[in-house]
């Protein structure tokens, strides 16, 4: 923006969502997308989640993994696929990230394992309108 350009309003609003990985000092960005409205943005979210919790703990049953691959978790630990099933299907927080989103507020959920985490996040991105 030049000098003495004046920002009149927001014109549009659009959202980013974006996963990312990571563990210690290091992070790794999983994907991305940007979507014309909020509801998608969760939707591919919600996905992300699904598809990130079948990565780190596939089922037993469906695929094809060599023996001893799977071995249970202790009991009373963290679980990041556990954790991202659980908020993937849960409406109640769906609708708090929407209401976050609306508000024009980012939206963050971080799944946690040992000294991992997996990150989803969504927030919208204004354009303003120029005179």
Not at 14 to 36: N, V
Not at 65 to 90: C, K, N, V
């Amino acid at each position: 923006m030049g000098a003495g350009a004046v920002v009149t309003g927001v014109e549009h609003v659009e959202y980013l969502a974006d996963a990312h990985g990571g563990s210690g000092a290091r992070s790794l960005f999983l994907g991305g997308i940007i979507t014309p409205t909020r509801r998608l943005s969760l939707r591919w979210l919600r996905r992300q989640a699904h598809r990130l919790a079948d990565a780190l703990d596939p089922d037993p049953r469906t695929t094809r993994l060599p023996a001893r691959a799977l071995l249970p978790a202790s009991p009373g630990t963290e679980h990041a696929p556990s954790q991202l099933r659980f908020w993937a299907a849960d409406l109640a927080y769906a609708e708090e990230a929407a209401d976050r989103l609306a508000t024009g507020h980012p939206y963050c959920f971080t799944a946690r394992e040992g000294p991992a985490w997996y990150r989803l996040t969504a927030r919208p991105l204004f354009t303003t309108a120029r005179p």
